[in-house]
């Protein structure tokens, strides 16, 4: 019994053992990281291409309503209703595509 516990603990290296459990960790750290970092890539591209999306939409129906001759007014109501828009944000998606702008920015400061 006595020359077991000899060996063992003659063997042991615990720099080996520490180093080793340093590398494992930061594997795994860096495996948790990148799967991290996917989620919010992917949330983000899907954010931005419905924002898009969006914007697209607001420019075909005020396109749609500018054909029936509707008034600016009238406009801005149509894309504040349709598209849970501000008045502000109505007014200059209106400015900004008759300006031939491309996107109009909302309160957060993002593109719609």
Known sequence: MATVMQVILT??????????EKRDSFA?????GQRKGMEIGQ???????????????VKILIAICQEFYLSPEEIKEKI??????TEEEAKAALE??????VP???EEGTNK
């Open 80 to 85: 504040k209703d349709k598209y849970n828009l």
């Open 28 to 32: 795994e750290g860096m495996e948790l």
């Open 96 to 101: 900004a595509y008759e300006s031939h702008d």
């Open 11 to 20: 063997e042991y290296d615990e720099d080996w053992h520490i180093e080793n």
């Open 43 to 57: 949330r983000k591209g899907m954010e931005l291409g419905v924002q898009r999306a969006k914007v697209e939409a």
């Open 104 to 106: 109009f920015q909302t």
